[in-house]
């Protein structure tokens, strides 16, 4: 999916999430304390923003980070919010990501001419990138974008996904993927696996 394709998506689910809500734009500025400029800008595609916008804005509508990349959300869903920062869930997504299709941070910043340092930054969550590459990078891990933005309830610390994606050894893999597999409450991870 290309970044203007991404950003439509993005733009539309916005507006119609907002919508849905019955909320209006001056409404969620005062909720959020995201300036109505902002949010009007978003919603017709015209600038991409910070995390901690796109965090505030996602907690007064009350929907989940990836709902904003889906291609068809249920504009209906009932309520529900992140437990974590949108740079924690991307870092970690790519992390997880990199690892089910057996890539390092080189290999992606190889294929998609972005530098190694900005690709450990986005794992470790100490920076944020535009939606152009992060379109890019979710293709060269062929993973739909919206699941980079996906928090997943998975009960294995962080450090540990690190340290297997680290080693790399058969039995850790397997470890993973099995527990990966058993927290997956959506078969996202399994889809992703069977099309690896």
Known sequence: MDKDNCFEIFSSNLRNFRESRKISRRELEKKSLVSERIIINLEKGKNWTQPETIEKICRELKITYDMLFMKNPDFSCPETVNQSSLRRVFGNNLIRFMYFRGQTQKD?????????????????????????????????????????????????????????????????????????????????????????
């Open 108 to 196: 992606i910043a190889k294929a998609t001419g972005i530098p190694l340092k900005s690709i450990s930054d986005f794992a470790t969550g100490a920076s944020w990138t535009n939606l152009k590459r992060i379109a890019e990078i979710a293709e060269k891990l062929k993973a739909p974008v919206f699941t980079l933005f996906r928090e997943f309830r998975i009960s294995l610390p962080l450090e540990y996904e690190k340290l297997i994606y680290l080693k790399h050894t058969f039995e850790e893999k397997l470890l993973l993927s099995q527990e990966l597999i058993e927290c997956d409450d959506d078969g996202v991870f399994s889809d992703f696996q069977k099309s690896n």
